[in-house]
């Protein structure tokens, strides 16, 4: 199970900070990587990046100037940062773990279990 | 970036029927294709993975198929859950979802 938590409204040119836990599952399991993806209103969806439990991190190019993450496997969380924000930047942010259907796994092919989503809103 | 395309973006059937949705890919990304559920004003959540195998819980009346660039989800007999919105992803370069096609009753 994952659950997302963080301030639901940004500033304008501030830091979007976001932290999922994680409960039910070893965050430092091999093969799972955990991502976060967004939602623009009314829009489809949009994966941001991962990271796996050693720290390393995969980020969308379109987003990777301004995408950090982070993971605490003992605290059982990760997050996100998110720089500069616009309003475009305004969506529901999910976390989720992403897998592979055979192991090993070294770059994950499907997103397995999602969070119920947070509303960020980027507004002054 | 390997893009996406479904079709048709809007299917209105009534309960009963069959859905078949398509997901087309820009290029080959071999069977590793994905297909999620989101209901309204719910998270998606996982229904197929490697383009046939179905995720836990996930019930028999949906199956995938295809392979290299074109894929096809089956609702075989629409239950009144299954009105939704219906993901395909991919991973062949990265993660990349498309558009969504919306299945509404008619």
């Not at chain 2, 558009?99 to 008619?106: A, H, P």
């Amino acid at each position: 199970q994952l659950q997302e938590s963080g301030p639901g409204l940004a500033k304008p040119s501030q830091t979007l900070s976001l932290t999922c836990f994680v409960s039910g599952a070893s965050m430092s399991s091999d093969g799972y990587y955990w991502s976060w993806i967004r939602q623009h209103p009314g829009k489809g969806l949009e994966w941001i990046g991962y990271i796996y439990y050693t720290g390393t991190t995969f980020y969308n190019p379109s987003l990777k100037s301004r995408v950090t993450m982070s993971i605490e496997t003992s605290k059982r969380r990760f997050s996100l940062n998110l720089s500069s924000v616009t309003a475009a930047d305004t969506a529901v942010y999910y976390c989720a773990s992403a897998t592979c259907s055979t192991t090993p796994c070294h770059r994950p092919e499907f997103f397995q279990h999602w969070g119920r989503g947070t509303l960020v809103s980027v507004s002054s | 970036e390997t893009v996406l395309t479904q079709s048709p973006a809007t299917l209105s059937l009534s309960p009963g029927e069959r859905a078949t949705l398509s997901c087309r890919a820009s290029q080959n990304v071999s069977k590793s294709l994905a297909w999620h559920q989101q209901r309204r004003g719910q998270a998606p959540r996982l229904l197929i993975f490697n383009t046939c195998n179905r995720a836990a819980g996930v019930p028999a009346r949906f199956s995938g198929s295809g392979s290299g660039t074109d894929f096809t989800l089956t609702i075989s007999s629409l239950e009144p859950e299954d009105f939704a919105v219906y993901y395909c992803q991919q991973r062949s370069d990265w993660l990349t979802f498309g558009g969504g096609t919306k299945v509404e009753i008619k």
